[in-house]
């Protein structure tokens, strides 16, 4: 007997265990399914099958538990649905997008359960009762089975005799308990078919929702990876965190949007500082590099027998080339930004303000230098410090950035608390020249002897601090001006007013 409808094989349930252990949202699906329903992990293993495999074919109902009947009668509904082959398009062999759309729909059905649409609280416990008689069963013939083992090791001798009355009386009790259970789980699922006739129209109405919430998470993930992820390779259970995260939270769907515009923005008016500039032409050799050939191969081209000699020489990488060499710069000092996150900053201004923090992450990781952003509130709220990309070769930690874009503290303001935090950083590596960056929308007073010290430090290190004023209603330069070397404000939340920001650091 097993808790599993549709036929599986080892890959399935490799590439499954793969995803879920990369995805702590499908951990925590199984997890909170599992408080309501016995062999939750086992349905949501036929909803992963049921999605990636090509054909789908099922367990007879005598070689199931009876107390995984009501996942049956869930998988028939999902499989009755007019929208399921239009999903199965876009999940069929392809394990990311199957194990995204598993998540989001295993997400909406536990929705179900919970609001008990589905099934009642009573019901509930009838199926937990049902799994543990079964238990019982297998247990007494498990202890039957070894009685029979013991009996023929124990053949001719006295023992022989009580043990095999004891093995009659076990398989008695099995056999008894077996029909109790297949009767209970005969009238459970005649009780469950009629659920699912009562409720198919819910289970179609959250199923093309999927439909609906995988086409715009899918887009999104990408939108999202383009932007921030660096075009780094990333574990299987990502691209579904990410999805799930895009799907449930429109804050960061928003963010995305103008991270995407940002980060545009900010590689054009940074273009030349990624190029060669420093390059130079050294020797000429051979090659197939189109880009550097030399003039006299350009010429070849107009001639039809030197054409087809050109197209001979470009396969097997003879044709003749410069080669350039230049020194690669080294990394700067780490960037930190300092975040505002008090109450103020909610709405409009902590998406841009977080869009500009994850821009300027795009620029430091292209800069080979390490990030660090310090989320700020009120003296009592503990900072929110977060490395994001402390990896090789300078990747961006998703999961940091998830940190930081949900997270929130609310509360008053204060400046001291993380800029001391920002100088820890710089001090960890004093031979290299760092820079904060400070983004507020409030006035906040610093003590004097404080900003005394804090300048001294300043100089001592070499940093550079650009503070950027969010002057969206009443506002101060008077705080910042005292430790910015230079202060930018910002009177419109839009990607074009980030030129400034984006060329100083």
């Known amino acids: 007997m097993n808790s599993h409808w549709i036929e599986c094989d080892s890959y399935d349930r490799s590439a499954f265990a793969t995803l879920k252990a990369d995805s702590p949202s499908l951990q925590a699906l199984e997890s909170s399914g599992a408080k309501l329903l016995p062999h939750f992990d086992g349905f949501l293993l036929d909803l992963f099958s049921l999605l990636f495999k090509l054909n789908i074919v ?30 199965r398009r876009r ?41 543990q008689q079964e238990e019982e069963m297998n247990t007494r013939a498990a202890e039957a089975d070894t009685a029979q083992q013991l009996e023929e090791e124990l053949a001719g001798r006295p023992a022989q005799r009580q043990l095999k009355e004891l093995r009659k009386r076990m398989l008695r009790e099995v056999e008894g308990t077996q029909r109790r ?52 390779q990333s574990s ?151 490395d994001l990309n402390h990896g090789q070769p300078y990747a961006t930690d998703m999961q940091q950035v998830f940190q930081l874009a949900e997270y929130f503290p609310g509360g008053g303001t204060d400046f001291q608390k993380p800029l001391e935090a920002a100088l820890g950083c710089l001090r960890q590596t004093p031979h290299k020249r760092g820079d904060i960056v400070f983004i507020t929308d409030g006035e906040c007073r610093v003590d004097p002897d404080w900003l005394g010290e804090f300048k001294r430090a300043k100089d001592s290190l070499g940093f550079s601090l650009f503070s950027i004023l969010i002057d969206v209603g009443p506002s101060s330069l008077g705080a910042l001006k005292g430790f910015s070397d230079k202060v930018t404000s910002v009177t419109q939340l839009t990607s074009d007013v980030t030129r400034d920001i984006f060329l100083k650091v």
């Open 58 to 87: 099922l367990h007879d109902e005598e070689t199931v538990d009876g107390s995984a009947a009501f996942f049956r009668v869930i998988l028939d509904a999902v499989r009755a649905t007019p929208v399921l082959e239009t999903l």
């Open 91 to 131: 999940t069929v062999l392809d394990e990311g997008v199957a194990g995204l759309a598993t998540l989001l729909l295993g997400e909406r059905l536990l929705e179900l359960l919970k609001s008990e649409r589905l099934i009642t609280r009573a019901e509930m416990l009838d199926v937990w009762n049902l799994q």
């Open 181 to 232: 259970v297949q009767q209970r789980a005969n009238r459970m699922r005649a009780s469950f078919a009629d659920v699912a006739e009562r409720h198919r129209t819910r289970v179609e109405g959250q199923a093309a929702r999927v439909l609906d919430e995988l086409d715009t998470a899918r887009e999104d993930a990408e939108s999202w990876s383009l932007h921030i992820g660096g075009g780094y």
């Open 236 to 386: 299987p259970g990502v691209p579904i965190e990410l999805g799930s995260r895009l799907a449930r939270n429109p804050k960061l769907k928003r963010m995305a949007e103008l991270i995407g515009r940002m980060r545009e923005n900010a590689r054009a008016l940074r273009q030349k500082l990624y190029e060669r500039s420093n390059a130079e032409m050294y020797e000429v050799g051979i090659g197939s590099d189109l880009s550097r050939l030399l003039p006299p191969e350009l010429l070849s081209l107009r001639h039809p027998v030197l054409r087809a000699d050109f197209a001979r020489r470009f396969l097997e990488g003879e044709l003749l080339m410069y080669t350039l060499r230049g020194h690669e710069a080294k990394g700067r000092g780490p960037m930190v930004v300092c975040l505002d996150g008090s109450s103020s900053m909610a709405g409009d201004k902590e998406i841009w303000s977080k869009a500009v923090t994850l821009t300027l992450l795009d620029i430091a990781r292209r800069q080979r230098r390490r990030f660090r952003s310090i989320c700020f509130a009120s003296a009592d709220t503990p900072l929110q410090i977060l």
